[in-house]
């Protein structure tokens, strides 16, 4: 059984910084892509950063320069590390692991708060 568990999300001021990760189990890892998605209430769910193999990445436009994301294929890992934050990235943040339309799974979503 596939699982994918968030964690680091949390409260954090303008301009600070919080890392999430995704632990991942029961599925061959690497050859997964993995992304990060958000949600922010009244929103529909947007692609934020996706990682493929071990280095290929893309950003959405409106975190590029301040969100980077990694992946730890031994640890079946993949973090997003996510600098100078800002009040509009507040949202539930997702994890992601697709392989297929067949092999596409969700995490069960961590909450980042931006707010002073």
């Not at 699982?3 to 999430?20: K, M």
């Not at 209430?41 to 290929?56: D, F």
């Not at 893309?58 to 996510?82: C, E, W």
Request: net charge positive; aromatic share 10%; hydrophobic share 35%.
């Amino acid at each position: 059984q596939v699982q994918l568990v968030e964690s680091g999300g949390g409260l954090v001021q303008p301009g600070g910084s919080l890392r999430l990760s995704c632990a991942a189990s029961g599925l061959s890892f690497s050859l997964y892509a993995m992304s990060w998605y958000r949600q922010a209430p009244g929103k529909e769910r947007e692609l934020v950063a996706i990682i493929r193999g071990s280095t290929a990445t893309n950003y959405a436009d409106s975190v590029k320069g301040r969100f980077t994301i990694s992946r730890d294929n031994a640890k079946k890992s993949v973090h997003l590390q996510m600098n100078s934050l800002k009040p509009e990235d507040t949202a539930v943040y997702y994890c992601n692991a697709r392989f297929s339309d067949d092999n596409n799974y969700w995490g069960q979503g961590t909450q980042v708060t931006v707010s002073s």
